[in-house]
């Protein structure tokens, strides 16, 4: 059974920063692409962040610049390191991972069960 776990999120200031982590049992991980999703109150998940089995990384606009995506096969995890943190960023963050890329980008792989993050002054 494929399980997801997120940790790392909190409370931080705008302008702060924060590292995400995901991490991933029951599945090769290293055959999973992996995706960062986000859902702030009020409003759909997006997604913010995916990286593919060889390394590639897209971002949402909305946080190109600021978010990295990066993955450790030896430790099965993903990480999403968030600098410049805007108060727009308040969200429960949610990873995703599956074998193919268009569920994950689509939302349809497996969830953990998210992380909260809180930017506020």
């Known amino acids: 059974q494929v399980q997801l776990v997120e940790s790392g999120g909190g409370l931080v200031q705008p302008g702060g920063s924060l590292r995400l982590s995901c991490a991933v049992s029951g599945t090769i991980f290293s055959r999973n692409h992996m995706g960062w999703y986000r859902q702030a109150p009020g409003k759909q998940r997006e997604v913010v962040a995916a990286i593919t089995t060889d390394g590639t990384t897209r971002y949402a606009d909305s946080v190109k610049g600021r978010f990295t995506v990066s993955r450790d096969n030896a430790k099965n995890t993903v990480y999403l390191q968030m600098d410049s943190l805007k108060p727009d960023d308040t969200a429960v963050y949610y990873c995703?991972?599956?074998?193919?890329?268009?569920?994950?980008?689509?939302?349809?792989?497996?969830w953990g069960q998210g992380t909260q993050v809180t930017v506020s002054s």
């Open positions: 995703n991972a599956d074998p193919s890329l268009l569920q994950v980008v689509s939302g349809n792989g497996t």
